[in-house]
């Protein structure tokens, strides 16, 4: 049986989209490790059909962190059997490719964003330059890449004249009835409708601070923000602030299928990140995907690929503004619009086509080839 190394450098337990890849590995016939680190807050690691296996590091941050994880991550992979090493993101790359030389083994490179322009480092000039440094280094070399859309993908051809396969973060198509619960199963209220920010990254300048602020302005509607991020501490000082906990709810990010069942019962939602560096402005989140298989409708901002996907499939609506005002009035209008049934069905039937069997057989050919 072959076998794949994945790597990655979170701690295993929420990321949809290496654990998707994985599944997809370990279906072609693979016998997967996937290896992450344990953090202080991991939680433990559910039943999967594949390894996991979480470094305990002696740092959780810094410099001193990457230097420990890089070391030990390049230690794993040569002293473990593989005959496919997998890479997500630039964090992790250094140590797949010396060794994937040193093996001979196949490298496969996933950039789940445009790494080098996200926020934590674009005021960070330094850092972001060795970063930079390292990147042109290793991906110009690289044979097999993809990234999560076409934006992205024009981004890394422009840079270092690479063709990125585009693998969109698409929920899978399940064949068993998926989790179902009532409002009142889940603790929501039945009288109200209710809008969801949901997500794993709930940070600065997705637009969570303004859809708090919105909901001064709306009645009988709650907010559900169910997630985490850098941001839900001050979000919920905001809420007591303004006395408005009544119409704010929070809840911690939990397992996928749910956060997924809080989904579906919710009215309308939202993704509103903002165009406030590159990587932003052509971010695909997650959210707008979970939506769409939830059967609920969209409120986005105006980021070209998730304003590719509202319009194409008619979906909801996408505002040019992040006013709290004006949002609370656009969440107003889509609430009551005479197009909610439209816009409901549509997202149901777009649900059929993107899926993670559709967006994936580019990959298996890649796969394919790398076998062949």
């Known amino acids: 049986?072959?076998?794949?190394?994945?790597?990655?450098?979170?701690?295993?337990?929420?990321?949809?989209?290496?654990?998707?890849?994985?599944?997809l590995l370990t279906r072609l016939g693979y016998q997967v490790l996937l290896i992450g680190r344990a953090k202080s807050e991991s939680v433990p690691l559910d039943s999967r059909p594949y390894s996991m296996y979480r470094m305990t590091l002696p740092f959780e941050k810094g410099p001193l962190f990457y230097a420990s994880y890089n070391v030990a991550l390049f230690v794993q992979l040569l002293l473990r059997k593989s005959d496919l090493l997998f890479a997500n993101d630039l964090d992790t790359l250094l140590p797949n490719f010396i060794a994937s030389r040193i093996v001979g083994k196949n490298l496969i490179y996933d950039s789940h964003e445009y790494f080098t322009e996200v926020p934590e480092l674009v005021n960070r000039p330094k850092v972001q330059s060795i970063w930079k440094k390292l990147e042109a280094l290793m991906l110009p070399k690289l044979k097999n890449t993809l990234t999560v859309n076409e934006s992205i993908s024009a981004l890394y051809k422009t840079d270092y004249g690479i063709e990125m396969l585009v693998v969109r973060n698409i929920p899978e198509s399940k064949q068993?009835?998926?989790?179902?619960?009532?409002?009142?199963?889940?603790?929501?209220?039945?009288?109200?409708?209710?809008?969801?920010?949901?997500?794993?990254?709930?940070?600065m300048d997705r637009g969570a601070e303004e859809s708090v602020e919105s909901m001064r302005y709306l009645e009988n509607s709650l907010l559900l923000i169910l997630g985490s991020g850098d941001v839900i501490a001050s979000l919920k000082n905001r809420v007591a602030e303004l006395n408005i906990s009544?119409?704010?709810?929070?809840k911690d990010r939990m397992p996928y299928e749910q956060m997924m069942a809080h989904t579906k019962v919710s009215d309308l939602g939202l993704t509103l990140d903002k165009d406030t560096n590159i990587n932003y402005r052509f971010s695909l989140p997650n959210k707008l995907f979970d939506y769409i298989h939830a059967g609920i409708p969209v409120l986005a901002s105006n980021l070209v690929e998730v304003r590719r996907v509202v319009e194409?499939?008619?979906?909801?609506?996408?505002?040019?503004?992040?006013?709290?005002?004006?949002?609370?009035?656009?969440?107003?209008?889509?609430?009551?619009?005479?197009?909610?049934?439209?816009?409901?069905?549509?997202s149901l039937e777009a649900s059929k086509e993107l899926t993670w069997q559709n967006e994936t057989e580019k990959l298996k050919l890649m796969l394919d080839e790398l076998n062949g």
Not at 246 to 250: G, I, K, L, S
């Open 1 to 23: 049986m072959k076998r794949a190394i994945v790597s990655v450098i979170n701690d295993l337990s929420t990321d949809q989209r290496v654990h998707k890849h994985c599944m």
């Open 176 to 203: 068993e009835p998926t989790l179902s619960k009532s409002r009142s199963e889940l603790g929501l209220p039945v009288d109200k409708k209710i809008i969801i920010l949901q997500g794993s990254g709930i940070n």
């Open 246 to 250: 009544d119409r704010v709810m929070f």
């Open 312 to 346: 194409q499939y008619n979906i909801g609506e996408v505002t040019e503004s992040h006013d709290p005002k004006i949002l609370a009035q656009k969440m107003t209008e889509m609430l009551g619009s005479t197009n909610l049934d439209a816009w409901k069905k549509n």
